[in-house]
């Protein structure tokens, strides 16, 4: 797997993915297969995200976190790849800075291009994503339509994904009782057991394969 190759390009939730030693706009430049207008690529893109030009000559360490984030993004952007893996992109952006980096990814994926957003920002997620995983104790719990998102949860398939979505301050702002477990921890029956409260014996004893409902995927005995 190429991460930084014109296939696949990662943005990773730490910004030690970039090059100490090397200019940031380098980096950037480095994407961009039409070699020949990369100075002006590496620059619109720059300026798409407020970074002046005095940044284009800075080396990572004399980024805040924020800034390094939105050269990050950029790589992502100049890089025609096929697929996007973005690990938590958000966090240190402005309302204005985030909503055009989703708007961003949005356009990427309208273009034919995959992207999967890795985030604890639920919201954010959901104003660009056709389809939401929800993970759980290191398995995917749920994937399911980002409409399914909606009223008190009703269209969602796992107690844990109506749970999350219930806990929001938007919502009803309902706290879910207990912890995740340890991954040395893991219980023998649904790794949500003891703190869902539609659990029963046989929750204890098995655990759900993934299957099929309402044309969503689900881990749970009792999905309907």
Request: with cysteine.
């Amino acid at each position: 797997m190429n991460l930084r190759g014109k296939e696949i390009v990662l943005i990773p939730q730490s910004v030690n993915y970039l090059d100490p030693l090397m200019k940031v706009s380098n980096q950037v430049k480095i994407s961009i297969e039409e070699k020949e207008k990369a100075n002006k690529i590496q620059r619109n893109v720059f300026k798409k995200y407020n970074l002046d030009e005095k940044v284009d000559k800075l080396y990572p360490f004399q980024l805040s976190g924020g800034m390094a984030r939105k050269v990050l993004l950029s790589t992502a952007l100049v890089s025609n790849s096929k697929v996007i893996i973005a690990d938590e992109p958000t966090p240190g952006l402005d309302e204005k800075s985030l909503n055009e980096a989703l708007s961003h990814f949005r356009e990427i994926a309208d273009s034919g291009s995959a992207v999967l957003m890795i985030t604890h920002d639920i919201n954010a997620a959901l104003k660009v994503a056709d389809k939401i995983a929800v993970f759980y104790a290191g398995t995917t719990l749920e994937v399911a339509s980002a409409k399914d998102f909606k009223g008190n949860g009703e269209n969602l398939r796992h107690p844990y994904s109506k749970a999350l979505w219930n806990a929001l301050p938007q919502n009803e702002f309902k706290p879910i009782k207990g912890s995740q477990p340890l991954p040395n921890e893991l219980p023998k029956g649904c790794l949500f057991n003891n703190r869902c409260e539609k659990s029963t014996n046989e929750c204890f004893e098995v655990r759900p394969k993934a299957k099929i409902v309402r044309d969503g995927m689900v881990r749970c005995i009792h999905a309907t």
